[in-house]
């Protein structure tokens, strides 16, 4: 625990502001794969802090509801840039089945017929894959995120866990996160309920 290593209250306030700071530098100017090698990492620092120095947070739990609403913003961001990349992929894909439709020759119907319909179902195939792991990342951030309300509930923020809980509700609301990530996050909404 948090007893054996004294911090002081200013350095842990500056340990919860961390995801703040880092992820949205990071997420306009990183790739998508070091961002969420920032996030669950983040996370964990955060319901570390929770847990282990609840004295020293007592100062600074507006830090803490600030970088929740931070990662829950970064979701937000990749489920929007997942989903435009996606209607991008589409589109380009559709466009060069109509293109080769257009070019084939008429005295090969039968070779031609066979080869425009390989050809999307590889593309469907490769759209499913890359939705399936889009939403399993999701997931994992959601998962990610749910220890941290847990922790916040058993810290005791009281007025706070409603901030926190309005802020999840609304990332959840409109597909803001996907249904993967809204499914994934119940249990640390429910914690924060329980709060309230």
Not at 54 to 59: D, M, S
Not at 108 to 120: E, L, Q, R, S, V
Request: net charge positive; aromatic share 4%.
């Amino acid at each position: 625990r948090g007893d054996r290593c004294p911090l002081s209250s200013r350095c842990v306030a500056r340990m919860a502001q961390s995801p703040t700071l880092c992820l949205p530098t990071a997420a306009t100017t990183a790739a998508p794969t070091s961002v969420r090698a920032i996030f669950a990492p983040s996370c964990a620092l955060l319901s570390a802090l929770l847990r282990c120095r609840r004295v020293e947070l007592k100062r600074s739990a507006a830090l803490i509801t600030v970088a929740c609403a931070t990662l829950l913003d970064t979701m937000r961001t990749w489920n929007q840039s997942f989903a435009t990349a996606a209607a991008a992929a589409a589109a380009i894909a559709a466009a060069a089945a109509h293109a080769s439709a257009i070019t084939a020759p008429s005295t090969t119907a039968t070779t031609t017929a066979a080869a425009p319909a390989a050809t999307p179902t590889a593309a469907a195939a490769a759209a499913a894959a890359s939705i399936t792991a889009h939403a399993a990342a999701m997931r994992s951030a959601a998962t990610a995120m749910v220890p941290v309300y847990e922790e916040a509930n058993s810290a005791g923020l009281g007025r706070y866990c409603a901030h926190l809980l309005a802020d999840a509700v609304t990332a959840c609301g409109g597909g803001g996160v996907g249904p993967a990530a809204e499914r994934a996050l119940r249990p640390g909404v429910f914690a924060l309920l329980d709060a309230c």
